[in-house]
């Protein structure tokens, strides 16, 4: 049996900017971190005993004959780009729910490939995970999005990835002491909306309005740059806080569907009572929302948003690893 623990990740700036429609012609730029919140595929060989060959478990089961009978597109996607034919069983649980912004699709996706390589006897790289999941999603399956949430899944840390019309993407850990690191996690609360749903239809949207969201999109990118220099120059972490805030209110004009009543009026209760920004996480409509603000205001915060989940968390520099073989 092997076993993948791959992270989820939370993004602060640059969303958006990863569609590769938009890097192609004008770069893009994104700063992020995983956290440790985690999904779990197992992979075991299947005894030929079954009258199955292969079987998936997730939110539910699939005994199947051959790869491609499988519903689950990634599921199916995985195992017929890397040609599986031995018969598998595959498992899957996770800390947090899917379709919540958080990029668990891609965090299933790398960490199933990772499984399935080693299982195989390969050795794989976390340049090879990022660019097969991106392969299996984007390509094969179809799905609408950035390339952001691959690299992150597959390398963790707290990272700035550089999208450019070049072949490679940058990827650069940044070089933050522990008490900086440390000192921004303890600003950040995480609140759990209760919405959970496929953000595809806000995706398709947004990127049919490449064209029109440039001028938005081309300060979301500079963002990037500005809260690097924030966290390495030791400037007031505040700063950091108002400038979220800033991007949300860009993000909000990308597409319809981004915000809605239920999240609007939570993160105006917690602006009212001490947040500095926030933003909803992923594409936007559902899932989980990030906010800001000093410590001493997280329990008024917590307070003014009864009917959301809180979600303590921190930060991961670890990737998709295999924790048992």
Not at 35 to 54: A, E, G, T, V
Not at 191 to 208: D, K
Not at 252 to 264: E, F, P, R
Request: overall charge neutral.
């Amino acid at each position: 049996m092997i076993i993948a623990r791959t992270p989820f990740r939370v993004s602060f700036f640059g969303g958006g900017t990863d569609f590769q429609d938009h890097y192609t012609q004008h770069g893009g730029a994104v700063l992020l971190t995983t956290i440790n919140q985690y999904c779990y595929l197992s992979i075991h060989r299947l005894s030929p005993f079954f009258k199955h060959r292969f079987r998936a478990s997730y939110a539910q089961t699939e005994s199947v004959l051959k790869p491609e009978e499988f519903q689950h597109p990634l599921v199916r996607e995985c195992l017929l780009h890397l040609g599986v034919q031995e018969g598998v069983e595959i498992s899957h649980v996770a800390d947090l729910p899917g379709r919540t912004g958080l990029g668990t699709s891609s965090s299933f996706t790398v960490g199933l490939l990772n499984a399935l390589h080693v299982w195989r006897g390969e050795r794989v790289t976390a340049e090879d995970l990022a660019r097969e999941a991106i392969h299996v999603e984007r390509v094969r399956v179809g799905d609408t999005g950035g390339h952001q949430d691959q690299y992150a899944a597959a390398y963790g840390g707290f990272l700035r990835l550089d999208f450019s019309a070049g072949p490679r993407t940058t990827v650069r850990q940044l070089a933050l002491p522990a008490a900086r690191l440390l000192e921004l996690e303890q600003c950040l609360m995480l609140f759990y909306t209760g919405i959970e749903q496929s953000a595809e239809n806000i995706l398709t949207h947004q990127r049919q309005r490449t064209a029109d969201n440039l001028p938005y999109l081309r300060q979301m990118r500079d963002m990037v740059d500005e809260a690097e220099r924030i966290l390495t120059d030791g400037q007031d972490m505040a700063h950091f806080g108002r400038l979220l805030h800033h991007t949300w209110e860009l993000k909000k004009k990308l597409a319809q569907g981004i915000s809605n009543t239920i999240v609007d009026q939570a993160y105006e209760a917690a602006r009212k009572h001490g947040a500095l920004g926030g933003k909803l996480l992923g594409a936007g409509g559902r899932g989980f929302l990030l906010l800001f603000a000093p410590t001493d205001r997280h329990a008024a915060i917590r307070q003014a948003l009864p009917t959301l989940q809180s979600v303590p968390f921190r930060f991961s520099s670890c990737g998709s690893e295999i924790i048992f073989r």
